[in-house]
């Protein structure tokens, strides 16, 4: 099992879309936190990355939503899901990102989590005996790897840099 | 895992306000905000029937970014404020945000007071060791050789405050550390930290990485306590004596002091009658 796979199985469809509700939910609004933070530290060609992610999360959460309706979903508090990270694997982690962050800093990050992402439904379909789960997981991950393309494409667009730029007006402390 | 009759209404965004936090992007404080909306989330809490109140530092915008109730206050007096709004207001669940310069220096005696009495609040401390709304200056918790600042060039000197151990030794009734890096967890102990009656004291390890960037390396230092909590001060005692301040993630006391909560009597409610009580 990778890292980035459930860390048990997920063998019913309504356990499924439970976690692929909170996944793509917590995705949905951490790109857009982050598009926030980095607007209001006029970081515009950053933020122009996360917001983008952040209207395919919420695209993508319209079907979902729709989906789970149809389904009593169960109830899982928010230590009780069964990723192997921390938060959802999809989710950046909030000091994973600076004021320094470069365009091809974002894309690199983000790739990594909708990798994740992707490896996350991937090893459920891979692992899953029912016929359901199983499709509908790699369905999931398909739609995960659109994303990923799409940031392939933005990095081969990205100037060489090392994720950070150089900060050419530091935080001073005040005397 | 809950059945499905059990579903929780609310979800973590219910409980932010629209306005966007103007915090350092990375800064632990958005961490602590997301970590206590997930835990009110959990806890099914209508946003009517919780306040959230501060004093003031970048951590202590917290209230405005919530959608309960709020009062950002005056430096270092939030546990006076949520205090009184508690013993007031019995019915509402009580938080208090803040940071170590606003709960450790200017209100630190506040502090003491608020463990001892034991008033059913909690009091979540995003602790950077630095004042960093006011641009960097070194604060109670910071350590003796830090030479960050101008004002203390060649670092304070002084010995770092230790909120967990006057805490106890003032008698709060629930302690424990978290840290910013691990957000689930950290929402888990603020929903048994809520559920404790009397004061609850969680500090967080929350990184300012703009005036302490080397702060972005607690998250490979910090790990997880090994040892589960105690209900027996003089233990617990023991243990934060030998503490690192790093070991974060569990709780360490639970103490069983009945919260402090004095019976007024029935009254209109109307000022008129309040006068009269305190007439000389
Ligand atoms: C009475 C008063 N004294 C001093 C200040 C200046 N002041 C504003 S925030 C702050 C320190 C905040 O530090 P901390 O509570 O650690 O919050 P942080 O910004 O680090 O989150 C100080 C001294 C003030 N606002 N009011
Ligand atoms: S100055 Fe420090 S504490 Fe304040 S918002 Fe920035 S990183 Fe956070
Ligand atoms: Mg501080």
């Known amino acids: ?175 | 895992m809950e059945s499905c009759a059990q579903k929780k209404a609310y979800k973590a965004k219910d409980y932010k306000s629209d306005l966007k936090p103007i915090w350092c992007p990375g800064c632990g404080d958005y961490t602590v905000l997301n970590s206590i909306t997930r835990a009110l989330a959990e806890l099914a809490l209508p946003p009517e029937e919780v306040a959230v109140v501060s004093g003031i530092g970048c951590s202590s915008r917290i209230p405005a970014y919530t959608s309960v109730y709020g009062f950002h206050g005056v430096h270092g007096r939030a546990l006076p404020v949520a205090t009184g709004l508690k013993l007031a207001r019995p019915d509402l669940t009580v938080l208090v945000t803040g940071g170590d310069g606003d709960g450790f220096s200017i209100g630190g005696n506040h502090f003491l007071h608020a463990c001892r009495r034991n008033v059913d609040l909690t009091y979540i401390v995003m602790d950077n060791q630095v004042y960093g709304m006011t641009k960097g200056q070194a604060s109670p918790t910071t350590s003796p050789d830090w030479e960050g600042s101008k004002l203390t060039p060649e670092g304070t000197g002084i010995n770092p405050f230790q909120p967990l151990v006057v805490g106890l030794a003032s008698g709060a009734n629930f302690i424990a550390r978290v840290s910013a890096s691990d957000p689930i967890n950290m929402a888990q102990i603020i929903v048994e930290a809520i559920r404790h009656p009397g004061f609850s004291l969680v500090q967080v390890l929350s990184p300012c990485v703009t005036f302490r960037p080397e702060q972005a390396e607690w998250r490979d230092i910090v790990r997880t306590a090994v040892v589960d909590y105690t209900d027996d001060a003089a233990r617990a005692a023991r243990r934060l004596m030998t503490d690192d301040g790093f070991n974060v993630g569990k709780v360490l006391f639970k103490g069983s002091r009945p919260p402090f909560r004095p019976e007024f009597e029935h009254t209109d409610g109307s000022v008129a009658e309040l006068e009269a009580r305190f007439a000389l």
């Open chain 1, 1 to 175: 099992m990778s890292d980035t796979q459930a860390n048990t199985a997920i063998d019913s469809l309504p356990e499924l879309l439970a976690h692929a509700l909170a996944m793509e939910t917590e995705a949905a609004e951490r790109y857009e936190e982050l598009a926030d933070q980095m607007e209001t530290h006029r970081k515009a060609g950053v933020a122009a990355i996360f917001r983008r992610l952040e209207k395919e999360e919420k695209a993508h959460l319209v079907e979902l939503n729709e989906m789970c309706s149809r389904y009593e979903l169960p109830h899982y508090a928010p230590w009780d899901f069964k990723w192997a990270t921390g938060e959802s694997p999809e989710a950046i982690a909030i000091d994973q990102v600076s004021y320094k962050l470069s365009v091809r800093g974002a894309v690199e990050l983000a790739l990594v989590h909708e990798r994740r992402a992707c490896d996350f439904y991937a090893g459920i379909a891979q692992r899953a005996s029912d016929d359901e789960v199983r499709i509908l997981a790699s369905q999931f991950a398909a739609e995960e790897r659109e994303h990923i393309g799409w940031l392939e494409s933005c990095l081969a667009d990205c100037g060489p840099d090392d994720g950070a730029i150089d900060d050419p007006d530091p935080p001073l402390s005040q005397e």
